[in-house]
């Protein structure tokens, strides 16, 4: 499992190992106690988001949640462990927006975008 920087702790940690990931997109793992809310999941997104790998990894930073658009829940959640998929759609200093899509199986359960900022701790 890989270990994502991150400072949430179970049962808050949503997100559980890393599939793939490059400067742009990362696929993965996410793992629930209980079926998942559409908060949830998107809290998922938003802690996926650090799997990507942007090349600042020796930095220190807090993300913040700040803007969500277009969520929307597809399927009803059925299952405690889903496939998440994000992509960096725009950067700019310390902003990040993202899409993601969230799977069971080849199922599309939820979709939106979310925009996170930054911040050196």
Request: aromatic share 6%; charged share 25%.
């Amino acid at each position: 499992m890989i270990d994502f920087p991150i400072p949430h702790i179970p049962p808050i940690k949503f997100v559980d190992s890393l599939i793939s990931s490059d400067e742009k997109n990362a696929s993965v793992k996410i793992k629930f106690d209980q079926i998942p809310t559409i908060g949830m999941l998107v809290e998922a997104a938003a802690q996926s988001s650090s799997g990507i790998d942007d090349g600042n990894k020796e930095k220190i930073q807090m993300g913040f949640l700040i803007a969500l658009k277009n969520i929307k829940l597809l399927e009803e959640p059925l299952s405690k462990e889903y496939i998440l998929n994000i992509h960096l759609d725009h950067k700019i200093e310390n902003f990040k927006s993202f899409s993601f899509i969230v799977l069971d199986n080849d199922k599309k359960v939820a979709s939106g975008s979310i925009s996170i900022s930054l911040e050196e701790v």
